[in-house]
């Protein structure tokens, strides 16, 4: 069964713009956390917009040889499922930020084997009852899901 995490990126943040590629360490944001998400191997994929806004992104992570999508800047939902529209629907997607670079490959993996023992639909490492810090997260889910809620939502929100 085949797995993917997605890095949701863009540079026209409202409260820090460009945020994705400030460096740690001279490594830009993005690229530390495409990095730490495959270093055990988990395909990654960077997922972006269309927008003008976004093109430096692009740039960086070609320079990098980093994998990228790019689709809609307004509904993250259909870039999500746009950026799959060649897998399988029982494909494990992994939902992370580029100003997260902690979840690694060892998380994920481990959030993997969670969700597929315990057989859900949905999980996410977040909050207090995670026992992670503030701000670390990751989510996983099958791309039937996200496929679903792309036909069925039509909420600015939910896009979001």
């Given at each position: ?5 997605l ?70 939902l ?29 998380l ?36 039937c ?16």
């Open positions: 069964m085949r797995s993917i995490a890095i949701q990126a863009r540079l026209s943040s409202s409260r820090l713009p460009a945020k994705v590629l400030l460096p740690i360490e001279n490594i830009p944001l993005v690229v530390l956390a495409a990095k730490r998400a495959s270093n055990t191997g988990i395909e990654v994929l960077v997922v972006t917009s269309t927008d003008v806004s976004d093109d430096m992104l692009c740039d960086e992570l070609k320079k990098k040889n980093i994998k990228y999508y790019r689709g809609s800047l307004n509904n993250t259909n870039r999500f499922v746009s950026a799959l529209k060649e897998f399988d629907d029982q494909t494990i997607v992994f939902r992370l930020t580029a100003d997260n670079s902690f979840p690694d490959g060892s994920l993996d481990e959030l993997e084997e969670n969700f597929k023992s315990q057989k859900l639909d949905y999980l996410i490492c977040n909050g207090h009852k995670s026992g992670l810090p503030h701000g670390l997260s990751a989510e996983v889910m099958r791309l899901a996200l496929r679903e809620a792309s036909v069925r939502t039509e909420d600015l929100f939910d896009l979001e």
